[in-house]
C-alpha cells in the first residue's frame, strides 16, 4: 500500500511540476504592456505597499525566486528579475506578497517562521530515527514513535505553508490588477501560473500527510 501510494505521489508530482514549468515558459514569451522587469514589479509593489526597507535582488538559478524575511530581500531569479513578463510579474508580486505579510505580521507566516528552526532539526534527523525505529520496532517502540513526531513538525509545516502560499498569491494578483500592471488579457495568465504553483505545495503537503499516517500504522499495528 504504502509503494502505491508513493507512486501515485511521485507522478502526481512530476505531472504538476511538469504543467508549471509548461506554463511558465508559456507565459514567459507573453510581454507586460508596460515594460515593467519583474524587479521594476517588485519595486513598484513595495512602495504601494509602504514598504522602504526590504531590498530586490537577483539571484543565480531556475525558479529559485523567494522571499528572505531575516535580511528582508526579495530574491528574484535572472529569468524574473529582468524579463518583462507574464510570468515575471507574477513571480515578482507572489514574493512581494510575502514581504508584504511579513511588515503586516500575517499570523501563519509568523508560525511558520516559529517552526523553522524544529523543521530544521526535524529534518536532518527524523530519516535516521525512523529507519532505526522501523528495525527496532518491536523492541523499542518509543524509537519510531519519536521518529514520528519528528516528521509531523514536517507535515504541519508543509500544511501551515499552504495558506501562506495562497494569501501570497492572492495579494499579488490583487495587486497587480488594481496596480494595471496585468489587463484583462494577461491578468487570466498570472493567475493561471500562480495557481499551478499553488499546486505544488498542495501535492506536497499531501504526500507528506500520507507518509506520516504510514509511519503511524507500522507503530499502532507493531504487535499483529
Same mark, same amino acid.
Given at each position: ?142 524509537? #519510531? ?10 507535515? !504541519?509545516? %508543509?500544511?501551515? $505553508? =499552504?495558506?501562506?502560499? /495562497? ?26 501560473? #500562480? ?10 503537503? !499531501?504526500? %507528506?500527510?500520507? $507518509? =506520516?499516517?504510514?509511519? /503511524? ?8
Amino acid at each position: 500500500m504504502y509503494i502505491l501510494i508513493f507512486i501515485v505521489f511521485m507522478l502526481l508530482s512530476l505531472v504538476v511540476s511538469q504543467v508549471l514549468k509548461s506554463k511558465f515558459r508559456k507565459y514567459s514569451a507573453v510581454p507586460i504592456g508596460n515594460g515593467y522587469t519583474g524587479k521594476d514589479i517588485a519595486e513598484k509593489m513595495l512602495r504601494d505597499n509602504s514598504i522602504y526597507d526590504v531590498q530586490v535582488i537577483s539571484v543565480e538559478g531556475q525558479l529559485t525566486d523567494h522571499y528572505n524575511p531575516e535580511k528582508k530581500t526579495v530574491n528574484l531569479s535572472q529569468d524574473v528579475y529582468n524579463n518583462s513578463s507574464v510570468s515575471a510579474a507574477a513571480v515578482a508580486a507572489h514574493e512581494c506578497g510575502h514581504a508584504v505579510q511579513h511588515a503586516q505580521a500575517y499570523a501563519f507566516l509568523k508560525v511558520r517562521s516559529a517552526l523553522v528552526p524544529a523543521v530544521s532539526f526535524a529534518s536532518n534527523w527524523m530519516q535516521w530515527v525512523l529507519l532505526a525505529g522501523i528495525l527496532l520496532v518491536n523492541t523499542f517502540p518509543q524509537l #519510531l514513535l519519536a521518529g514520528i513526531v519528528l516528521f509531523a513538525a514536517t507535515t !504541519l509545516f %508543509s500544511f501551515i $505553508t =499552504l495558506p501562506v502560499e /495562497i494569501d501570497a498569491s492572492r495579494r499579488a494578483l490583487i495587486w497587480l490588477n488594481s496596480s494595471g500592471i496585468t489587463s484583462g488579457e494577461t491578468q487570466p495568465k498570472a493567475q493561471e501560473a #500562480l495557481k499551478w504553483a499553488a499546486y505544488t505545495y498542495v501535492v506536497a503537503a !499531501l504526500a %507528506s500527510l500520507a $507518509t =506520516l499516517l504510514y509511519y /503511524i500504522s507500522i507503530f499502532t499495528g507493531r504487535r499483529n
